[in-house]
């Protein structure tokens, strides 16, 4: 799909020079279709037109993966105590100008026996989707290259800042060795501060094998997973951090 979406984009300016003379709206039209097909995968979390997109995995029981982004921040440690009180693992998708300042904290997740992964360097949302191959690179590499130097690994997880994703990522995590991970569902809490609408929004449409994705630093980040992890829990759902092998790219 991608290398066809691409091959159209390449050949709409010869296909409009071509239509032109005949009917500048139908020229319009081929081009305005090469830039939509483009700008469509890229815009829309969790579309697979340029690539793989995991968002879900296999559980052959009740099972769900909490990811938690944007940290390592502030309230860590008090969610890291919450996540220990309800006995729940969960990988921590980071920024690495954050993981820098805050090693500490990153090695605390490590101990508490969660997962931490690549979340890119300063989590450029309102860009990373029209950044160019080196720009993209570097928000790769300075951030897996943080988080090595902190816990000697390098992570094998990313997660594209608000989920946007242009046609240069794929083949540059690809070469990294990087699977890209989205999510089943979201509530949203990067917005507001109303727990139980965020708890409206993920318990409903959550089911076995969901990735539930999060944020932390926000005043009521704590709060808001704690109310969520209790009512997933309460029906009758665990939390786990699946291996790689069993992640998949539909539900
Ligand atoms: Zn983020």
Not at 147 to 161: D, K, N, Q, V, Y
Request: with cysteine; hydrophobic share 45%.
């Amino acid at each position: 799909m991608r290398a066809l979406i691409l091959g159209f984009a390449c050949i709409a300016p010869v296909i409009l020079a071509v239509l032109w003379p005949h009917s500048w709206l139908a020229a319009i039209g081929v081009l305005a279709l090469s830039h939509a097909l483009v700008l469509w995968p890229t815009l829309r979390p969790n579309s697979q037109w340029l690539g793989p997109v995991i968002t879900s995995f296999d559980s052959p029981s009740n099972e769900v993966w909490l990811t938690i982004d944007d940290g390592p921040t502030d309230d860590t440690q008090p969610l890291l105590d919450s996540l220990d009180e309800r006995g729940v693992k969960a990988t921590f998708f980071v920024k690495g100008s954050l993981a820098a300042r805050r090693p500490d904290l990153i090695r605390l997740m490590l101990a508490r026996g969660h997962a931490v992964a690549n979340h890119s360097q300063t989590h450029p949302s309102g860009s990373f989707w029209c950044l160019f191959p080196s720009a993209i690179s570097s928000q790769v590499d300075e951030c897996s290259a943080v988080l090595e130097s902190i816990t000697g690994g390098r992570p094998a997880l990313f997660r594209a800042p608000v989920g946007m994703k242009n046609p240069f990522v794929h083949p540059i995590l690809a070469r990294r060795g990087l699977t890209l991970v989205g999510w089943s569902v979201r509530g949203f809490d990067s917005f507001g501060d109303d727990v139980e609408r965020v708890v409206r929004r993920i318990v409903p449409r959550t089911g076995a094998g969901s990735i539930v994705v999060m944020h932390q630093g926000r005043a009521f980040s704590v709060a808001c997973i704690s109310r969520v992890v209790d009512e997933l829990q309460g029906r009758g759902y665990s939390f786990v951090v699946p291996a790689v092998e069993r992640l998949k790219t539909k539900r």
